[in-house]
């Protein structure tokens, strides 16, 4: 490259080339390369591929983010644009999203993801609802939640002639918690009323955690013929322990941190970088130390939240932005990964009885029961079969599945793809009937009003 200059840089004269000045720069540089490069050591195919996963994963969130306004507000859920894409770039697919996904990453997975949104989700509840309207989500747990596991148990034993019924009972456990995360486009629309939001949300948050013991009491059953006698006494102390030990770990690890970082930011020792941080962690220490102690981490991380949003009161929706935002993503990371390295597998082997099953569990085995529940309350018949309606399964009977698969029952394979079918069909319905049928049923309660 030539530059009309002299040899004084100050001056404009005759042309000199730049490397007179460089190139003493470009020799030593090169002399490093040739030093230095049998030392690089060029990325080997396993890692090219981790990192092309790694770049989908990133771009799809990018994009997903940038859109996300604009998707809300169409007849499509999340988790069917995660679970889609995920299908679509994997194995069955374009071949270019491929992780190895085991089950034990998939079921941990899972877990953080279900316990920070259990958390943010309870964090943001209104207490002064729930204060007046508590009887609604008393009768979906007491009352609906064990007609939803009694009413699958029976059609479990029609659909599956075959299955022990302890592995029966395992099934219809595994399927009657509902989702938080599913759940959330309908829990945060405002055209539903409040009461019913909140009342769906305590549902899914605390509906998980108790059946947690249930599963492990008919896995035990169902694993260990000795333990058939004393099954009402192990389900009562397990039942106890979980719900005891979770809400006492959520309540009091969350207590802790609140005056800690109540202390911290009244002597401006909290900056605003750090504060975007001590939610998600708090949310994560209630749950691994109620799992480590024996309790129901799912228990934890929702009595913790709600714990949390009485104690932070006004402040609580800037604390909580960074949660919400740190859940959502981890929601599409799993979905992606689920609709990648499961429905792949999974969808080839589904038979005649487990689609028939899976389809009774989203419609009568849920909506029978939360109906019945809810009779006599002044919650009006749309509103009752509204409630049913919205029982996604999605997380946490992920986490049951792989939780069955572990225990390697006779008919486990059995129980995990009818688990698998359920919570794919679930995704697609729910994904899609969300949005328009909670416009519905906000136009309906407005007119009433009027």
């Known amino acids: 490259m030539w530059l009309p200059k002299t040899t004084d840089i100050g ?28 030392k690089i050591r060029p ?11 790694l770049a989908i994963l990133a771009a799809f969130v990018l994009v997903y983010s940038a859109v996300a306004g604009r998707l809300e507000k169409m007849p499509i859920g999340g988790a069917v644009v995660a679970i889609g894409f995920g299908f679509i770039c994997g194995p069955l697919g374009l071949k270019i999203f491929t992780p190895h996904v085991d089950e034990e990453l998939l079921r941990t997975l899972a877990e953080l993801t279900l316990a920070l949104v259990l958390f943010t989700d309870a964090a943001n509840a209104n207490l002064g609802v729930l204060k007046i309207r508590l009887q609604i989500p008393e009768r979906l747990l007491l009352i609906g939640l064990p007609l939803t596991i009694l ?68 896995l035990t059953l169902a694993s260990d013929a000795t333990m058939k006698r004393s099954g009402a006494q192990l389900a009562l102390v397990l039942v106890a322990q979980q719900i005891g030990i979770g809400a006492a770990v959520g309540l009091g690890l969350t207590a802790a941190g609140g005056w800690l970082l109540k202390r911290c930011a009244q002597r401006n020792w909290i900056t605003e970088t750090w504060r975007q941080l001590p939610v998600v962690a708090l949310a994560f220490m209630c749950f691994s130390v109620a799992q480590i102690l024996g309790g129901s981490g799912f228990i934890a991380s929702f009595t913790g939240g709600i714990l949390f949003g009485a104690l932070a009161k006004e402040h609580k929706h800037d604390l909580l932005r960074a949660a919400e935002g740190a859940g959502d993503t981890m929601s ?6 689920f609709g990648a390295a499961v429905v792949g597998q999974v969808i080839g082997k589904f038979n005649w009885s487990i689609l028939i099953y899976s389809c009774l569990s989203l419609t009568v085995v849920r909506m029978l029961p939360v109906y019945l529940s809810l009779a ?26 792989v939780i069955v698969l572990n225990h390697h029952l006779p008919g486990g394979n059995e129980i995990v793809l009818t688990a698998a079918c359920t919570v794919i ?6 994904g899609f009937s969300a949005n328009p049928l909670a416009a519905l049923l906000g136009k309906r309660e407005t007119s009433r009003v009027q």
């Not at 599409?332 to 990964?337: A, F, I």
């Open 11 to 38: 001056q404009i004269g005759e042309p000199y080339d730049i490397t007179s000045i460089t190139g003493p720069f470009w020799f030593g540089f090169l002399n490093l390369t040739q030093t230095l490069g049998p």
């Open 43 to 53: 990325i080997n195919s396993e890692e090219k591929i981790m990192y092309q996963h």
């Open 151 to 218: 009413l699958g148990f029976g059609f479990g034993i029609l659909v599956f002639p075959g299955m022990a019924l302890f592995e029966v009972a395992v099934l219809a456990t595994m399927l009657a918690p509902t989702d938080a995360a599913l759940g959330k486009a309908v829990v945060t629309n405002p055209a539903v009323p409040v009461t019913l939001r909140e009342s769906l949300n305590v549902e899914s948050g605390l509906n998980d955690g108790i059946c947690v013991p249930i599963l492990f009491v008919f």
């Open 332 to 337: 599409l990371v799993t979905w992606m990964s």
């Open 376 to 401: 006599g309350s002044s919650l009006k018949p749309g509103s009752r079969l509204f409630l049913g309606w919205f029982g996604p399964r999605g997380l946490a009977t992920v986490v049951f599945a």
């Open 425 to 430: 069909l679930s995704i697609l319905a729910h």
